[in-house]
């Protein structure tokens, strides 16, 4: 519409903004007398994401590839998910979910691994790193011998076999 000699106003339908890039806006005047203006970029930037949280949020050392599944805001079809900074293949469920594939290798250490949703150029970026926790495997108590009840049954079933075989051997030579 209208404003004045040097003002124009348009509105752009959300439809138009849907992918980031670069778009070329001209102004026509109508004939007679009319014709063209220079074109002038109109930048459609990318929203910066923001990651609220993931799912799983851990993993045992030694686990199998899993799927991960993270939730926040302003996911685009081209943002991808990062772990520790190495981009994961990234499938894009909605603006506010993202998934992917974290391979086994990549959990073979006990620590933390960062997680972050990055977003192309124009606009766009990285969103806060979420952790991501490898814990050790559990250590077997009890039965198995790994603690320290199981070594005091150990030792007590061998004092019971030497006991036995002491009585054994007096009750032959009585």
Do not use: C
Request: charged share 5%.
């Amino acid at each position: 519409s209208y404003v004045s000699a040097s003002e124009l106003k348009a509105q752009v339908p959300a439809s138009d903004l849907t992918q980031a890039g670069t778009a070329q806006v001209t102004v026509v005047n109508p004939a007679p007398g009319g014709g063209s203006s220079t074109a002038v970029p109109f930048t459609i930037a990318n929203p910066a994401p923001v990651l609220q949280s993931i799912s799983p949020a851990s993993a045992t050392v030694g686990a199998a590839a899993l799927g991960l599944s993270v939730s926040g805001s302003g996911f685009v079809t081209a943002s991808r998910i990062e772990w520790n900074g190495t981009a994961l293949v990234t499938s894009y469920v909605s603006a506010s979910e993202l998934k992917a594939q974290v391979p086994a290798s990549d959990l073979t250490q006990a620590g933390t691994a960062q997680v972050t949703v990055v977003n192309p150029a124009p606009g766009g970026g990285s969103s806060t790193a979420v952790p991501f926790a490898i814990h050790n495997p559990p250590t077997p108590r009890g039965g198995g011998g790994g603690g320290s009840l199981g070594w005091v049954a150990l030792l007590l079933f061998a004092l019971m076999t030497v006991l036995a075989r002491v009585l054994e051997r007096r009750s032959g030579s009585a």
